[in-house]
């Protein structure tokens, strides 16, 4: 009996990091899915920003509320007494909320966040998407870009991305990039984006640029591609 009861609490703890989870990615799955509703990339990298932290303070939240539930239920009461007795409930809901973010995260919106955006038709612009992602995120001095170009041929870039939570934020980016006139391919691998581009339309300035607020980029490497 006193097995069967264990084992309940145990899904009932996975159950609550499931459900805190699921909130606390609601910020990467909502961009995809505004995206495949048709609403626009820019419009969904706002809402993204906007309710990163909101949304995984909620997951934890919820995982605490609930598991303060769970204790009441086995306990009968609530309480600094009965929550000291079953102090182990809530670091075991915490690491089944990480864990379940992770496997969501990583193996579920990211793989699918990057079919989305990689199957989007993509409309070259002298600036990227960066005009319509200033005006989504009131922030006008984004798209105060001078296009300086190069003039050294076709070159490489290499840049590491600060910021990169969610399984959408990669995927995103690199759309972004890839939407910049002159810009010839992109590719992502965790915080890694490495950009292909004609430096005799655009520069790096402006694909550095189009990554803005809250994340930054750092160059790695850049280097003329030798034809």
Not at 17 to 28: D, H, I, M, P, Q
Not at 107 to 132: R, W
Not at 189 to 204: H, P, Q, R
């Amino acid at each position: 009996m006193k097995k069967t009861k264990k084992t309940k609490d145990k899904k009932n703890y996975v159950w609550a990091g499931l459900a805190g989870a699921f909130t606390a990615t609601t910020c990467c799955i909502a961009p995809v899915v505004l995206v495949l509703l048709g609403f626009g990339t820019a419009f969904s990298m706002m809402i993204m920003h906007q309710f990163h932290i909101i949304s995984i303070v909620s997951g934890v939240i919820l995982v605490l509320l609930v598991s303060l539930i769970i204790v009441k239920r086995k306990s009968g009461v609530c309480n600094i007494k009965t929550m000291s007795q079953n102090w182990k409930v809530f670091p075991l809901a915490i690491i089944f909320l990480v864990l379940s973010w992770a496997f969501i995260n990583y193996l579920i919106v990211a793989p699918v966040a990057g079919m989305v955006y990689g199957n989007l038709e993509v409309e070259k612009k002298p600036l990227g998407n960066i005009k319509e992602m200033a005006e989504e995120m009131s922030m006008p001095k984004m798209a105060d870009v001078e296009i300086v170009p190069e003039m050294e041929g076709e070159k490489l870039l290499v840049l590491e991305i600060e910021g990169i939570y969610c399984g959408s934020c990669g995927p995103a980016i690199s759309y972004d990039i890839e939407s910049i006139l002159g810009v010839l391919w992109v590719e992502q691998s965790g915080s890694i984006i490495s950009a292909t581009y004609d430096s005799d339309i655009t520069s790096k300035d402006v694909i550095i640029a189009t990554i803005h607020d809250p994340y930054s980029a750092k160059i790695i490497s850049e280097e003329k591609i030798v034809v």
